[in-house]
Structures are given as structure tokens and as C-alpha cells.
């Protein structure tokens, strides 16, 4: 039975306390919040310990989950490694480069298992395109939230356009060899909306967009590439991909037109969604990871390197002497 213990029980954290206790081979062995409020409501709904004592519940523990605000992760994370724990954190991995850096060298020395918390990678509608062949030529993100005051103690790059960058790093396998980007502060005293361009060594282009000052939500990603164009969309869990046709497909809806090149076959298909829970499947994945003793889905250099790429956007947006 792995033994965990959870940091952070609000808002986020009561997610993952649903889900830990669906996941079998698990037991929380209790929690640490310091908000008495917060942690007397979860203590008695959900029957667990409330540990005032960081250390203590690390020591009681084999892995820890930390979902605590941003500020706190690397001490707690720090804490555990040096414990020998293993480490599941929610994204960004860290606060600044430097601990990053500590974290992810500490993690290696330990040779502990960290996985860092960039759910959309196992969302249902992204999962649908695993298998496809992925080859990027132009990317189109859009990542709109509408304001809540939870989570604006960072910027929007490191609240939501994070989980694009993860992806797009995920998918792209290139380096980085130019950003561009703008930013406005709006509500709060850091970026509330950003337009990135990010180019690569191999060609691609991804151009993002992220608010959490609009009026509607959307979570999609377009991905252009030769002889197709795939949709993803992460709130609405849909996908959906147009591509030149060159064999029949049954499965798809397709149509001919006219090119200077002659007649082109084009299909529209729809690959099936898995019916997952993202959250539920991303712990169980850490736990997998440690009782099989294999790589986590989303490591901790992974983290680091979307944090990386994170903080030179924010640095660009610094240097526009637009207020961020």
C-alpha cells in the first residue's frame, strides 16, 4: 500500500483528494494545510489526519502531493526529496529558475520519482491523437478564463499558458530559438492577457494567446502540418482532423476539390475520446511510475523545461515596458 500525504487542501487540492481515493494500492495518510478553516472542513468531510507538521507527515509518508500555492513548492518538494520521498507537484514546478534547477538536480540525485502536475497532457481530447503521426509546421493556441482571484499570484504565462507550452514542447521536440510576446496587467499586478510567438530550430511556429480576463472560456490548440490540420479541444473534449486524402478511409467523412495540382481528396475524421478522468489518471500514472519503477508521463525536467521556456516569455513581456 503506497502511502501518501497531500499539501494543500483548497480548491485543487479537494480534487485530488476525491481522486486519490478512488485509486487503488493508495492510502492518504493525512494532510497538511495552515488555514484551520479549510483544514477542519477537510478533516471531518473527508476522515483524514490534519498534520501540523510538515516534516512529521513527510516521515509518515512514501510519496507526497503537493498542490500548495507556487511560493511553497520548493521547500515542501525539497524537504521530501531529501527524505527520499517521491514527489508529485502541481505545474509550475517551481517559483524561480534557481529552485527549479535545485529541484529537478536533487531529484536526480535522490533517484526518487517526480512528476509534475500538466493535467491537459492527460486530457481525453489530446489523448485521442496518441498514435498519430505529429509533426508540427504552425500551431494556433487559445487559453481564455474568466477572472477568479484564485491563482493570480502568478502571471497568466504561469497560471494557464503553461499547460500549452508543456504540450507544445511535448510535441514540437525542437529547440527554441526566438520568442516574441506582449502582456498586459489588467486586474492584477501581474499579466492578466499575453500573445507569445514561439519559433524553433526545426521551422515550427506556435502562436499563443492566454486570458484570464475574458468573457467566455476556451481551451483549443490547432495544429497545421503537411497534408493535414488537427483541432484540439481541450475544454469541450473534441477532436477533429482534416488531412489530404491518398487511400479510401471508411471511418472518415471525405469530399474532392479542385487544386492547380488537380484533384485532391480531403477527409474530415473524428477519433474517439477516451471516457477519463484527467486528474484520476494523472495520479494514477505517478503511482504506476513508482510501483513499477518506470519514467513518470511528465518528468521533472519536463516541468522545468516549460517553466524555462515560461520565464523567458515573461522576460520578454518585462522588456516591452508594458506593465506586468
Not at 135 to 141: A, D, G, L, Q, T
Not at 146 to 153: A, I, K, L, S, V
Not at 185 to 202: G, K, L, P, Y
Not at 214 to 236: T, V
Request: charge should be neutral; hydrophobic fraction near 45%.
Amino acid at each position: 500500500m503506497l502511502k501518501i500525504g497531500v499539501f494543500g487542501v483548497g480548491h485543487l487540492g479537494k480534487f485530488h483528494l476525491n481522486n486519490w481515493k478512488e485509486i487503488s494500492g493508495v492510502k492518504i495518510v493525512g494532510f497538511y494545510d495552515p488555514y484551520d478553516e479549510i483544514a477542519k472542513e477537510v478533516a471531518e468531510k473527508y476522515e483524514l489526519k490534519r498534520f501540523l507538521d510538515a516534516d512529521k507527515l513527510i516521515d509518515a509518508c512514501d510519496a507526497i502531493d503537493v498542490i500548495a500555492p507556487t511560493n511553497h513548492h520548493f521547500a515542501l518538494c525539497e524537504k521530501a526529496i531529501r527524505k527520499g520521498k517521491h514527489v508529485f507537484v502541481e505545474k509550475p514546478l517551481a517559483h524561480t529558475i534557481e529552485e527549479g534547477k535545485l529541484l529537478v538536480n536533487m531529484a536526480k540525485e535522490a533517484n526518487i520519482k517526480m512528476q509534475v502536475g500538466h493535467v491537459e497532457r492527460f486530457n481525453p481530447a489530446y489523448l485521442a491523437i496518441k498514435g498519430i503521426p505529429i509533426n508540427p509546421m504552425f500551431i494556433e493556441v487559445h487559453r481564455l478564463a474568466q477572472f477568479n482571484p484564485r491563482g493570480t499570484e502568478v502571471s497568466v504565462i504561469l497560471d494557464l499558458m503553461i499547460h500549452d507550452i508543456d504540450i507544445i514542447l511535448n510535441m514540437v521536440k525542437s529547440d527554441v530559438k526566438n520568442i516574441v510576446a506582449n502582456g498586459v496587467a489588467v486586474m492584477t499586478e501581474t499579466a492578466d492577457i499575453a500573445n507569445v510567438r514561439i519559433e524553433f530550430n526545426n521551422g515550427c511556429v506556435a502562436n499563443l494567446t492566454s486570458s484570464r480576463i475574458s468573457m467566455k472560456k476556451m481551451r483549443k490548440m490547432r495544429l497545421f502540418q503537411k497534408d493535414s490540420y488537427i483541432g484540439i479541444d481541450f475544454l469541450e473534449k473534441k477532436t477533429e482532423i482534416t488531412k489530404l486524402l491518398h487511400e479510401p478511409d471508411k471511418d472518415a467523412f471525405s469530399f474532392d476539390i479542385e487544386t492547380p495540382q488537380g484533384t485532391k481528396t480531403i477527409a474530415i475524421s473524428k477519433p474517439v475520446i477516451p471516457e477519463v478522468n484527467a486528474i484520476k489518471l494523472e495520479l494514477t500514472s505517478f503511482v504506476n511510475s513508482i510501483v513499477e519503477n518506470k519514467p513518470t508521463v511528465v518528468s521533472e525536467i519536463d516541468g522545468f523545461l516549460a517553466m524555462e521556456v515560461a520565464h523567458q516569455i515573461l522576460e520578454k513581456i518585462s522588456n516591452t515596458n508594458i506593465l506586468v
